[in-house]
């Protein structure tokens, strides 16, 4: 699951995008809300993920026009000479339409259903800096797409391509505002189907579902640059890939998202889904992957979170929670859970938190890991 | 004591007061009128621009007429430049709604946030434009254009494109955040750029890539080292200067004419301050002997000089707003019709513009008052009463005037002569040319006296021949009163020639070049911009299979990129009778011909070799996608279809390099004996249906043709009758005066026996002869100002040269006016000489 929350963006182009600066204070106007896209809009003619469905790779790794949305989602911590970095690449793919119109010779190139977006993100640990950038564009004409074989997804010059051909080893090229990505990652463990065999569901409503599966553990190399500067970079990245045409019921206002590596090879997935006036979607659960890659399904009440922290973003106003007490059933540690630094806010069209973490045991205090934390919903 | 005396003396002569401020108001009305419709039009221009390219630092476009959209795939993918937007636009007519034009725009809104992001936030409803790029020919428009023409979101608006009709659909309003930006807001219509690609069939092309580097001028670094061939990347202040200077020549035209108004209003104004002069010479006299100096009465005349400009040219600016609300629709039409679409409903009262107004209207009531100011302290006390002194006076300067005005005549010759381009030689010959004029009129009113002495004397017997000497006698007056009024009348007269003999250049040259007998072609929106829309080769054959058709001739037009700027290219197939029609200026027919059917020549019309400064033997380089394309220039045609110029080119020669095989135009020769009428019907029965191609004989397209033409020049024509206007009250001031003058003559002849019809016969023989003796003299002053205007000014701004024709109306119409004038001006004389006892007139002239 995760990262729903930005393809509503496609609809706020017209005021999310006008400062070239990535982190503008811009506001969205208030019109719009996570239901708007991902709520139960008319989806007449969209295909619905409503039932289990057999996964072929690499034809899955590609597209699915007949879904309304659509992500390629990767996060991941690394580690460099000048310290730790966290960073964050996602496509989002969006339908206007349920069926591409029909094309005749004289239609224009530009004609299209499919919208893609792009969000990058580099979080310097050691400086406290944060660097975001999004790229929006039509799916039409070679400018923004996604393909299987072989695979990428790219808009205008970022991309992820098929870096070889027999594993699903993936280059990372951005060149954003003030930062750059080139990064190679390799797939460490087996792909992982999340939810019930690939289907996810997340609101009580048959076909409030997606289709979601994830490399959990992924090893990264490459370089990155601030400015003009070049790193070598070395760590772990986590992919989602999901797609469906509708996630929400009409009472869930956002989620919370957690994508944990462990030192011990142990990764585990877990999301809880808020409902308007407060209170958890008994939808929420998660994935415990082990480092055989067996994995566990969890469900809410496999899982206690506490929020320990609350930080507010002087710039946006917006308080998000900035520390955790997670409690996962068969797990042997209780986990705390701290942002590797505060502002990580991507403050686009509809703003939300997404950075990296340090994960530490409550009991013992030691280190068990990194990963990445989503928050949405909680942007006035 | 001075300026209550000069006061008072006005306030005796409301008369007089009041053509002095009329003469000036009516000179400077035209300066601020003209100022303030060229203020709005420019306005509106910059806000058209500033809405669009505001924030836009570069342009890339393609050597034709577009590019093709693959390279800006390649400019965002691969070379990874992002302030790049992609455009198609065209205008088109709302043929509903009383044909109004518009621009229709089509644009990316993903990539407008990074140059214009305030383009998208001027809709209040954002989803809408997402949802637009569904509707089927939906487009965004001005939320208070729409209101005017009564349309709302969901309404349909009908435009024309090309020869297609199509149906928009209104899904969205654009409101714009100020009044400036709502007016630049009217004339758009602004859709999905899938969309309107679509709706004007060009497939696969753009019309440009805006650009904005301003934050990024290492992307414009970088597209500078990888652009893809056949694109160029234009700075964006130097393009909006280019389409600014479209109407410059247009302006300057429009300048000249409000110049020409206020040279005349000059001659008003200067005729009025000498005769108030004149009429104070008593008084002048008397403060004289009280000891007041030279000096003072220089000052106070020109004080007095000042405060008559002041008031006559805050008159003026009143009148020039009313007239400038007037002009303006004539001259957006005419710019609507030629260069870009601009809707200016209102004037905008430009401060700039009325103090321009105030500030030429001053200046000219001063340099008008300084000649009669120095003139006024000349007046001894001893010799104030006695006007004979300066009569004589007069009579000797007569030809010391005509010399001057010779050298002035001649070195506006020269200036012009040794600067053969640019506009300011020329206006420097049209003012050296009046003022020379001027000068040159004393003269010819006293030769003419002489002519005419004989004549009067034959017809009116002694009063005849007292009319004639009485001007003699009065020359100092009645030199400058008939050289204002002549000037006037040639005024008239040299702008009339310049424009019937355009005309007539234009109707001749429409007659031998319009040889087929059917042209099939579509509606052009604006002539400056390229023809949308295509005629394709199978409309031709079908043509061709109608019976009665001898040949159908093709004409393709295109605007190609070129090293010398954009050229309007034809390409033709001529066969060598047709071509024989052309009338070359430098070069023989069939020698032009040779070239032009076998060795790739093209052949460029007048105007453009007059503005890129090519002639026969040049070569012009066409920007090809593929590469470079130079072909010779075989011969200068005249032509008068464009200012700007074209290109011909054979159509063996355009197919040859360029890929391109639709047309723009069709002309039908029709077999012997065939009726047009009949073949007409057939065409268009062989057309698509619902189309809105022009079928027209020859006939018709020829008054169509005269018809844009007339309409181009009604601004000329108001223009004109202004100038008519200004002459009438400068005739009839300067007559009165003169006349008013007169009273103690008139006086002394009345003491004398004279009867008083005597005395009106007297004066009216005194009116209508310098009435005649300005008509005569504006015939030469008009024929030279009508060369000027013609073979300097629009030679120099519009690149036509203009046989110039003379036909008798416009000379009979300038004199019937001096007449009317004349006349009109001895009437309130006659009434006050009737009125008033014959003792009054001596007594106050004593």
Redesign the interface.
């Known amino acids: 699951m995760k990262k729903f929350a930005t393809p509503c963006l496609f609809i706020l182009f017209f005021g999310c995008q006008s400062s070239p600066a990535p982190q503008s204070d811009k506001t969205a106007p208030a019109s719009f809300s996570l239901q708007s896209v991902l709520g139960n809009a008319d989806l007449t003619g969209f295909a619905r993920a409503d039932k289990p469905r057999t996964f072929a790779f690499p034809q899955d790794h590609g597209p699915h026009p007949d879904f309304r949305s659509e992500w390629w989602y990767i996060t991941g911590n690394v580690d460099s000479s000048e310290g730790p970095f966290g960073f964050e690449l996602t496509f989002f793919r969006q339908a206007t339409a349920p069926t591409p119109t029909d094309k005749d010779a004289n239609d224009s190139a530009w004609q299209t259903n499919q919208i893609y977006m792009a969000h990058a993100a580099l979080s310097d640990i050691t400086q406290k800096q944060f660097y975001a950038d999004e790229r929006l564009s039509r799916g039409a004409l070679g400018l923004a797409g996604a393909q299987a074989e072989p695979f990428k997804v790219w808009l205008d010059d970022w991309s992820i391509t098929q870096g070889s051909d027999d594993t699903f080893q993936i280059i990372l090229k951005v060149k954003a505002k003030n930062f750059a990505l080139e990064l190679q990652l390799t797939p460490t463990k087996e792909l992982v189907l999340q939810g019930d065999a690939g289907l996810s569901q997340k609101g009580q409503e048959p076909g409030n579902a997606s289709y979601y599966y994830s490399f959990t553990n992924m090893q990264v190399e490459g370089k990155i640059s601030r400015r003009n500067d070049n790193l070598p970079v070395r760590g772990k990245a986590w992919m989602d890939r999901e797609w469906s045409s509708s996630v929400l019921d009409s009472n869930q206002v956002g989620w919370d998202w957690f994508a944990l590596q462990l030192n011990d090879e142990q990764e585990i997935m877990l999301y809880q889904l808020r409902k308007k006036g407060g209170g958890i979607s008994s939808q929420s659960g998660g994935t415990i992957v082990a480092p055989n890659n067996q994995t566990q399904k969890l469900n809410a009440d496999d899982t206690t979170i506490t929020v320990t922290h609350w930080w507010t973003n002087p710039k946006s106003q917006t308080t998000y929670p900035a520390g955790w007490q997670i409690k996962v059933k068969g797990l042997e540690h209780t986990l705390h859970i701290k942002p590797r630094m505060a502002d990580q806010e991507l403050r686009f069209g509809l703003p939300y938190w997404e950075g990296a973490v340090d994960i530490f045991s409550q009991t013992h205090g030691q280190k068990l890991g990194h990963g990445y934390v989503e928050l949405t919903g909680y942007a006035k | 004591m001075l300026s209550r005396a000069f006061i008072r003396h006005l306030r005796a002569h409301p008369w007089l007061v009041l053509l002095c401020l009329v003469g000036i108001g009516t000179g400077v009305s035209v300066v601020v009128a003209l100022d303030l419709v060229n203020a709005s039009i420019t306005k509106a221009f910059d806000y058209n621009q500033r809405l669009f390219d505001q924030t836009m630092t570069h342009k890339i476009v393609g050597h034709g007429n577009t590019l093709n959209?693959k390279h800006?795939?390649t400019m965002?993918?691969?070379?990874?430049v992002?302030?790049i937007a992609p455009l198609v636009e065209a205008y088109v007519s709302a043929y509903k709604h009383d044909e109004i034009k518009f621009k229709i725009v089509g644009i990316?809104?993903?990539?407008e946030?990074?140059i214009r992001?305030h383009l998208?936030?001027l809709?209040a409803n954002?989803?809408a434009?997402?949802?637009a790029?569904?509707a089927s020919h939906a487009i965004f428009m001005a939320k208070k254009r729409a209101a005017a023409l009564g349309l709302k979101v969901g309404s349909t608006l009908p435009i024309r494109y090309g020869f297609k009709r199509f149906d928009l659909k209104v899904a969205g309003l654009l409101e714009g955040p100020s009044p400036e930006s709502e007016a630049a807001l009217a004339d758009l219509l602004l859709g999905?750029?899938?969309?309107i690609?679509?709706l004007l069939?060009m497939?696969?092309q753009l019309t440009a890539i805006h650009a904005n580097f301003e934050?990024a001028p290492e992307q414009l670094k970088h597209l500078q080292n990888k652009l893809p061939k056949g694109l160029k990347i234009i700075d964006a202040t130097q393009d909006a200067r280019q389409v600014k200077t479209l109407t410059e020549n247009f302006n300057m035209n429009l300048d000249a004419m409000s110049l020409l108004g206020l040279l005349v209003g000059l001659f008003l104004i200067y005729n009025t301050m000498i005769f108030l002069v004149t009429q104070r010479r008593t008084l002048l006299g008397l403060f004289r002997t009280h000891g007041i100096s030279r000096q003072q009465i220089f000052h106070y005349t020109l004080l007095e000089a000042l405060a008559l400009g002041f008031f006559g040219s805050l008159l003026g600016i009143g009148f020039g707003i009313v007239l400038a609300n007037l002009l303006i629709d004539l001259v957006t039409q005419t710019i609507n019709d030629h260069y870009f679409v601009i809707a200016v409903r209102t004037i905008e009262i430009a401060p700039q513009s009325c103090l321009k107004g105030l500030g030429l209207g001053m200046l000219a009531s001063l340099s008008a008052a300084i000649v009669p100011a120095w003139e006024a302290t000349k007046v001894q006390a001893r010799t104030a009463i006695s006007r004979m002194s300066l009569e004589t006076h007069a009579a000797k300067l007569v030809w010391v005037f005509a010399a001057v005005g010779g050298v002035l005549t001649l070195i506006g010759v020269l200036i012009s002569k040794s600067f053969p381009s640019g506009l300011l030689p020329a206006y420097a010959l049209m003012t050296f040319a009046i003022l020379g004029g001027a000068l040159f009129a004393p003269l010819l009113t006293l030769g003419l006296t002489h002519l005419l002495y004989p004549l009067f004397s034959l017809a009116f017997g002694h009063l005849g021949r007292l009319a004639v000497r009485s001007i003699q006698t009065s020359l100092s007056r009645s030199g400058i009163a008939t050289a204002a009024l002549g000037l006037a009348i040639a005024t008239m007269i040299g702008v009339t020639l310049m424009v019937s003999s355009f005309r007539l250049n234009v109707s001749n040259w429409l007659k031998q070049t319009l040889i087929a007998d059917i042209y099939i072609s579509m509606p052009n929106v604006i002539s400056s911009q390229a023809t949308p829309g295509n005629i394709s080769p199978a409309i031709v054959e079908s043509l061709k299979a109608i019976p009665g058709i001898k040949k159908v001739g093709t004409n393709r037009t295109m605007h190609l990129q070129t090293t010398k700027g954009e050229i309007s290219n034809i390409a033709l197939n001529l066969s060598q009778e047709h071509f024989k029609r052309y009338r070359f200026k430098d070069t023989r027919v069939e020698e032009a011909w040779s070239k032009f059917a076998q060795h790739n020549a093209v052949i460029i019309s007048e105007p453009l070799a007059n503005k890129k400064d090519l002639s026969i033997g040049d070569t012009i380089t066409f920007q090809h996608e593929d590469g470079e394309i130079t072909l010779p220039v075989g011969g200068t045609y005249y032509d008068y279809s464009s200012e700007r110029g074209h290109t011909t080119m054979h159509a063996t020669t355009y197919a040859k390099y360029w890929r391109d095989p639709n047309f723009t135009a069709l002309a039908a020769y029709l077999k012997d004996g065939t009726s047009t009428q009949e073949v007409i019907k057939h065409i268009q029965a062989a057309l698509p249906a619902n189309n809105d191609f022009m079928v027209r004989s020859t006939k018709s397209l020829q008054e169509a043709s005269l018809a844009v033409f007339d309409r181009t020049f009604a601004i000329t024509g108001v223009l004109r009758l202004l100038a008519a206007f200004i002459a009438f009250i400068g005739i009839i001031s300067a007559l009165m005066c003169l006349q008013l003058e007169r009273e103690r003559e008139f006086a002394i002849l009345k003491a004398q026996g004279f009867t008083p019809s005597q005395l009106v016969k007297l004066l009216l023989g005194q009116t209508s002869l310098m009435g005649i003796i300005a008509g005569i003299m504006s015939i030469p002053l008009g024929i030279g100002l009508g060369y000027i205007l013609t073979d300097e000014i629009n030679l120099r701004s519009f690149g036509w040269s203009i046989e110039s024709y003379y036909t008798l109306a416009p000379f009979a119409e300038a004199f019937a006016l001096a007449m009317l004038a004349s006349l009109i001006a001895g009437i309130y004389p006659a009434w006050h000489l009737i009125r008033h006892s014959p003792l009054s007139g001596l007594r106050e002239n004593t």
Not at chain 2, 108 to 111: C, I, K, S, T
């Open positions: 959209e800006y795939k965002r993918v691969d070379l990874g992002r302030n990316d809104p993903f990539a946030s990074a992001p998208l936030q809709n954002p989803q434009f997402i949802e790029t569904e999905d750029i899938a969309e690609q679509t069939e497939p696969g934050t």
